[in-house]
């Protein structure tokens, strides 16, 4: 089997094959994911690619929803301020 880029290490895979799994754990394995994405690479395509690939076959499952959250809150970045933020006018 070849690994997936954006999962080398197998955890999205693997929490989809773990019975019984409840959300909190599979948040745990998603921040572990996302921590090991590749330097560079969006969070947000990341997380659509795995969507891509096992929601069809697991809408209720626990990291379905997890994923699904974590591209809700991966939204378009936002201003935080400082200087740059402000008028200049």
């Not at 998603?30 to 990341?46: I, K, N, T, Y």
């Not at 929601?55 to 499952?61: C, F, G, K, L, S």
Request: neutral net charge; glycine residues 10%.
């Amino acid at each position: 089997m070849d690994k997936d880029p954006l999962d080398k290490k197998g955890l999205i895979r693997e929490a989809y094959n773990i019975e019984g799994i409840a959300k909190p754990e599979c948040r745990s394995i998603f921040l572990d994911w996302a921590l090991s994405l590749p330097e560079g690479q969006d969070s947000r395509v990341g997380i659509e690619a795995m969507l891509e690939k096992y929601r069809e076959a697991n809408p209720e499952h626990p990291m379905t929803q997890v994923l699904t959250e974590g591209l809700q809150a991966a939204g378009a970045p936002r201003r935080r301020g400082g200087w740059r933020g402000r008028d200049r006018s």
